[in-house]
């Protein structure tokens, strides 16, 4: 690295400054970008590479580290899935919580998409408020909220009840999808509106015909978004369902796993495999339009 | 194309039909639009937030309605020793979490930014943290954080012979502390750095190339390119981050429960221990109802960071 520099400079004494030269060189290049970028990508990935392994390995090894190399395993087991499957209610957790968050998905779709649209196309006096205040909504978080909900549940004799949870999750999921939307709709170009106004289509015929079909990308970023944010869920749904059957993914494991003194840490982490599993692989199919609609509600 | 598909469609529509021009009077249609996504936020948002507000003034406990108790519940909150280590270690955890996050997303945003071979592959990767259920990647952490098979004690103790024996990093309080915002600050990593990297990408390159003629160091362009630039853009994720750290719940519910005796609560924890799981929704509404002050301060910040960035583009930038 000194030689490069040091030939550099005497290039650069004549013209440009040492620097620009010796940017791109190749020891500078791997002690400055590739060796920091390895570190984080271990380090954001090892948990995960735990928890795989872990749901694998048999209870005597898991407890062993003096005999066996704990980064990997010698004998794979699928015991902790097997009995996950099989002596848990853990299909019926799946179950619901992909009800839940299908459920959730669909109406914070068809309600964001309808505001967005009244927002940003159908401008009446008054709409930058009405998007200023869904915005706000979107600051609101939910631990302030699960108390006084917990009660309004109750009163609506939804408590215990997966619908509880539809209906709950579009007030985090509303906000931030019209949200969304409305950046959306903007980049839409007004005048294939206008002309199919002028060719006397009405209003939703606009609307179901030219604007939501070119809205199709930002409806799959927003409905991807609501997918994951409602899996991910915890803490309403933590609070408003009781029974072992409704729960949904994450609390179940957490409340109905977790038992005794003695942690059972295969299932515990084959539990948490499969969880994350279905929002991983829902993720790696869209990453485009997940990384786009995350970065482009920051930059609305 | 399609417009002229639809024009004889829509013309061999055109009946005097009173839904077809109801739906299409504007005030009507604007009414139908907002209704469904108004009425689910008001009757699950904005009533529940002013509801919420009432239950701190109240003495209701599950199964009985309160009565009006006034200034009460506050009162008890400020005697009370749990409550002001719950806000101790609210700020404290946001604080650190937040710088932590901040100063290493945006690093690993700046080494995102440069060309390198499976660039996007990366981004993916990278973004894993975050998308992952919180409460399972925590369930990983507690176990990372085992006291007796903890692979970072295997690590220091048995193969780089750092230390003589295994830490214990959920059984006292400062250790816990700070194994809670390690786990924080790694699930918040992604989303600063993603974030971050969509702003860096939005800088002119010729910025950077007028600096470099003119003799700027590295440092020197960091520090007045692309530190100003991303001003705005870091006002508006910061304050998302800090509320959502300050509210934080899953983590420290899922991996100290608030333990070791009590240091780690935050307060949304600490709501949740009284108001649901120990009945006395009064009480927990308080404790989240004194959230609310920092949360404001928080969106004052965020308003005007936005009304910075406006002044900076110009007015007409909309």
């Not at chain 1, 038992?259 to 790696?284: E, H, K, N």
């Not at chain 2, 007028?210 to 960091?222: H, P, V």
Request: glycine fraction near 6%; proline fraction near 6%; hydrophobic fraction near 50%.
């Amino acid at each position: 690295m000194t030689d490069t520099v040091a030939q550099s400079s005497t290039v650069a004494d004549a013209k440009a400054p040492p620097d620009t030269m010796a940017w791109d060189s190749g020891l500078r290049r791997l002690m400055m970008i590739y060796l920091p970028l390895g570190c984080f990508v271990l380090i954001l990935l090892f948990p995960f590479y735990w928890m795989a392994i872990t749901s694998f390995k048999p209870n005597a090894e898991l407890m062993n580290y003096k005999d066996n190399n704990p980064f990997w395993i010698s004998s794979p087991t699928l015991a902790h899935i097997k009995h996950l499957l099989f002596n848990t209610s853990y299909p019926q957790w799946l179950k619901t919580t992909m009800m839940v968050a299908i459920g959730s998905t669909t109406l914070s779709l068809i309600a964001s998409t309808l505001a967005a649209y009244a927002i940003e196309r159908l401008r009446f006096r008054g709409s930058p408020y009405v998007g200023l205040g869904i915005y706000l909504a979107y600051l609101v978080p939910p631990s302030i909220l699960f108390i006084p909900l917990a009660t309004v549940v109750v009163q609506f004799g939804l408590f215990d009840s997966p619908l509880a949870l539809i209906l709950v999750y579009p007030t985090f999921l509303v906000p931030f999808c019209t949200w969304l939307l409305i950046g959306y709709f903007k980049s839409i170009p007004y005048e294939l509106e206008e002309c199919a106004l002028v060719d006397g289509a009405t209003r939703l015929q606009i609307l179901r015909r030219i604007t939501l079909p070119l809205a199709v990308p930002g409806l799959i970023s927003a409905g991807i978004f609501s997918f994951t944010l409602s899996w991910n869920e915890f803490i309403y749904a933590l609070a408003f369902i009781q029974s072992g059957a409704n729960k949904t993914v994450p609390v179940a494991i957490l409340t109905e796993l977790v038992t005794g003194d003695v942690y059972q840490w295969g299932a515990l982490m084959a539990g948490s495999l499969l969880g994350s599993l279905p929002v991983a692989i829902f993720y790696s199919l869209f990453v485009d339009y997940y990384v786009s609609s995350l970065t482009g509600a920051v930059k609305e | 194309m399609s417009v002229t598909t639809l024009s004889s469609h829509a013309l061999a529509q055109r009946q005097p039909n009173w839904i077809v021009r109801l739906f299409d009077c504007k005030p009507f249609l604007i009414a139908m639009c907002l209704a469904p996504a108004l009425g689910l936020l008001s009757v699950f948002l904005t009533y529940p937030l002013g509801l919420g507000i009432w239950l701190a003034f109240t003495d209701t406990t599950i199964g009985r309605r309160g009565i009006f108790v006034g200034l009460e519940n506050f009162q008890y909150l400020l005697t009370d020793p749990l409550w002001w280590n719950a806000v101790f270690y609210s700020v404290f955890y946001t604080a650190i979490a937040t710088f932590g996050k901040f100063a290493l997303g945006f690093w690993l945003a700046l080494l995102l930014n440069n060309h390198f071979p499976f660039k996007s592959l990366l981004r993916a990767i990278v973004l894993l943290p975050w998308i992952v259920p919180t409460v399972l990647s925590a369930l990983a952490f507690w176990w990372i954080y085992d006291p007796q098979f903890s692979i970072i004690s295997y690590l220091l103790v048995d193969v780089l012979h750092w230390k003589s024996s295994n830490i214990d990093f959920l059984g006292s309080p400062w250790p816990a502390r700070f194994s809670l915002i390690a786990a924080n600050i790694w699930r918040g990593i992604p989303f600063v750095a993603i974030s971050l990297l969509a702003g860096l990408q939005t800088i002119s390159p010729s910025l950077y190339e007028a600096a470099m003629l003119d003799g700027a160091s590295a440092w020197q362009r960091f520090r007045y390119i692309t530190f100003p630039m991303m001003m705005p853009i870091l006002a508006i994720v910061m304050t998302f981050s800090i509320i959502f750290t300050f509210t934080d719940f899953q983590l420290v519910y899922a991996i100290t429960r608030g333990g070791p005796v009590n240091s780690t609560h935050l307060l949304a924890t600490l709501a949740f221990q009284r108001g649901i799981a120990g009945g006395e929704l009064g009480e927990g509404a308080a404790i989240a109802v004194s959230m609310i002050p920092f949360l404001v301060f928080a969106t004052l910040f965020s308003y005007f960071g936005l009304a910075r960035r406006k002044w900076q583009q110009g007015e007409a930038n909309d």
